[in-house]
């Protein structure tokens, strides 16, 4: 026989060696083979699973931070509402105090320049006659005595009319 073709011993001893080889290789490697295989394969759809599982979770948490960012605009924009109506009243009342102690501040300094110059009228009026009885007096050459207020009260009186006509 050759070197290419091998005798019956040996062709028998391949084939028990190629056997025990292949009956270890079933039964102890490609268990632990198939088993490894099996635990990755599912690491790998665990993993898959859970990664939809979190991508899910998270698009229910994306939703529910959208509308309560929604909500909590809604609530921004009514506050700012009602604060600026708030505004807006306080500003309306504080000008209507405002104007309220503005006319109250008026009429009392009406009533105070009035009184003011009723009192200067008063003392003018006696200046008046004490500095005409002595320029009179003056100019005549001698002392003269106001007896008579009658004339001067007519005098005043004569002039209080023409000044109201003057103003009319």
């Known amino acids: 026989m050759g070197i290419l073709i091998p005798g019956p011993a040996e062709t028998l001893i391949g084939m028990v060696s190629f056997a025990v080889v292949f009956v270890c290789m079933t039964k102890v490697l490609l268990p632990r083979i198939n088993k490894v295989l099996d635990e990755r394969k599912d690491a790998i759809e665990g993993q898959a699973e859970r990664a939809e599982q979190l991508a899910t979770e998270a698009r229910e948490v994306l939703a529910e931070y959208r509308e309560e960012l ?51 009228e008063t003392e003018l009026r006696g200046d008046v006659v004490s500095l005409a009885t002595e320029l009179a007096g ?14 001067v009260d007519r005098f005043f009186s004569d002039l209080d009319a023409r000044s109201a006509a003057g103003l009319q």
């Open 70 to 120: 929604a909500e909590a605009r809604h609530e921004v924009a009514r506050l700012r509402q009602e604060a600026l109506e708030q505004g807006t009243q306080l500003i309306a009342e504080i000008r209507a105090e405002g104007l309220r102690e503005r006319d109250a501040m008026i009429a009392e300094a009406q009533a105070r320049l009035a009184a003011d110059r009723l009192i200067a």
């Open 138 to 151: 003056r100019v005549v050459g001698e002392p003269l005595d106001v007896a008579d207020s009658g004339i």
